[in-house]
């Protein structure tokens, strides 16, 4: 229900502006008309949802991984029913997560700019900072000279700093009579100089093509921009990855029992076998250290045909499971082979009471900052899938956002916090006002952990690139 109400854009109002008055596509049928097939992966697509900007239901733009002429590629996509396009701090976060993704895999980079420019009455989280929207410039000028090509089309509204996406990309295209591009428009003409000037005069397609030179290809239509783009993804000489393995063996176990097996708590033991027999091709799994350390499980298997490491979650992340998963996640990296991270961390347990207990919990910690030193430093892909519990340092140690994962995806059921709010107890109120103010307060606190740590809540901040349905991980 989100992600439909999300693909809704702006509402019905701003719908109506757009393709009527405006004449305009909606951004995923722009995405239809340049990719290969359906095969679109969208990215963080409830990044924004209920944020404390207005009446913004989402980021503003679309980002996602799909092919054209066989080459994958990252989109950067305005959607301009969502306030014109304008961005705000989210939508700066979105598209540099985008950059990212482009420059770590080398993936080519299609930028569709229908945008009003940053949104003025928050500059100061969208302007000043290493991370905010001048980064977007830095990251095409660097992808520029790592060789990823970059192409543009201005298919709206292309104002102030982002009038730089398509002039910075190697090749732009502007559309004739929908496609404008000035630092400022005509308002501001009007109140600095008291010149009239309309948008075309300003900054539209022929001005572009003919006079400025700041677009390459002048487009009449919608269509023979998209047509366009692919003519010159083409002409790149930038080689498509090798074929996919095309055949493969589906797992024994339907996908769809996935929904009954999503970790709801701690209150019971759930085998992660169960899961991964129904992501695996064929159900196929050969584990390692089978017999140690069991509370972590590692092996090698196949994902429609890819071979990947698996790390998963089994229980309590524990002395010998974390010496296991050191040696498991080094393997992997010496062998270059990929690993994929399933994430269910267990709470903590009580803080040690006696000596013995004290030496237990400090040779416990030592290996898991060997297994984090490991994760950290191993040099092949990693995807990290929170089925269940992300929390505290275990997190560290299964890839969690911080140890960079190349990506990270949540079930809908996925918890993400520094603790679990349901190990809180309730304090019973106290005739004491003291005790009853602290009970007040800890039932607050367990309240806003609660709140804070829903999948949900996490993707809406773009902690991860998205949630997605358990049955769907495997083509995910």
Sequence with gaps: ELLEMVSKGGGENAILRHT???????????????????????????AGLNMPYGDVPAAGCLTGIGKICGIWCVFIANDATVKGGTIYPIGVKKQLRAQEIAMQNRLLSVYLVDSGGAFLPLQSELFPDKSHGGRLFYNEAIMSAMKIPQVAVVCGSCVAGGAYV???????????????????????????????VSPEDLGGAKLHSKVSGCSDHFASSEEEAYECIRNIISTLNYEPLPEEVTEYDSPLYSSDELLGLAPHSYNYTLPVKLILSRLMDGSRFQEFKADYGTTLVTGFGHVEGHLVGIVASNGELSHDASLKGSHFVQLCSQRRIPILFFQNTAPHAAEPTSLSQAEAHANKLKAQASMMSAVACAAVPKITIVIGGCYGSESYVMCGRSFSPNFLFL???????????????TMAKSEESGCERDGLELNHLKKQLEEESSAFYSSARLWDDGVILPQNTRKV
């Design 411 to 425: 079930w809908p059921n996925a918890r993400v916090a520094l603790v679990d709010s349901r190990h809180f107890f």
């Design 20 to 46: 009527q008055r405006n004449k305009k596509l909606f951004v995923r049928e722009r995405l239809k008309m340049l990719l290969d097939d359906e095969s679109f992966l969208e990215l963080s697509p409830l």
């Design 166 to 196: 398509p002039t910075m990309a190697e090749e732009a295209v502007i559309i004739d009579k929908i496609g404008t591009l000035f630092l400022a428009g005509p308002p501001l003409v009007k109140a600095a100089t008291g010149e009239d």
